[in-house]
């Protein structure tokens, strides 16, 4: 996620200079052909497809925004949930008898949500992930086709094999099962925006009209602009190639890219409140890298 108070043309430009360069190679041509051999621009009501264009594309944005917007909500219903649950298990596991087992559960909660962070940018599981758990935690879990599902299922069964042994009774068993479903409610959310692409329609038609409209652009400027139709045709196609490369941006919010909600930063976050609920040295919270925070 960029972080940095002034937003950076350089970067704007490097997402969209391959079509740019083709527009403004096109606009040189349309100027060229225009003065070589002289043509009747059509009258072209550019006002009207440019006033459409821009209300298809800023509904596109809205849609990918809500996208985006809603991973980060789910993402702090994660964070919430994350500290209730090292809470239950602080309060409602005995100091002496259980202290192995609540530290268990703390711990498997941290590789848990980085594991979900892996799984949702398509990565292989990382350091993070295995250093809280040992080789008998980790095995069964990652023989699973969702590792961070097959964490979650085996802190449900310790907290059943505490209500078993007594340490807990039915009442705060349910507590810390409602707990872990909220856990799994956010997982399913944050599953579902993953795997569940925008309609084929936004995607497709916003692309094709706007560069459609970028073609027509120096057709319907030449004889106003003349010379400098190059120029303008190609600032006016950087505003709508960057408003169209924005939805692309925001609509998959756990794509490791710049623009995406900041998962190793909360999932940071999650490790230090655990890690300092139950006694434990806690890291620094990650910080931004050339104003991303990633």
Known sequence: MIVAPTPRLGRIVSEVWKPLLLLFVWDVIVTV??????????SLPLTLFGSVLALFLGFRDNSAYERWWEGRILWGAMINASRSLSREARNFLPVDEAHDLRRSIVLRQIAYVNALRCQLRKQPVDEQVLKFLSRGEAEPALARTNVANGLLDGTGRRVDDA???????????????STMVDIANAQGGM?????????????????LFTHLFCILLPIGLVETLGFATPLGSTVAGLMFLAVLQIGDDLVDPFANTVHDVPLTAMCRTIEIDLLQSIGDEAPGPVTPIKGILW
Do not use: V
């Open 191 to 207: 599953e579902r925006l993953k795997n569940t692409p925008l309609p084929n329609q936004y995607r497709f038609f916003p692309t």
């Open 33 to 42: 052909t225009y003065y070589i051999l002289p043509f009747k621009a059509p």
């Open 163 to 177: 209500r078993r042994k007594g340490w807990i009774d039915t009442i705060q068993q349910a507590r810390m099962e």
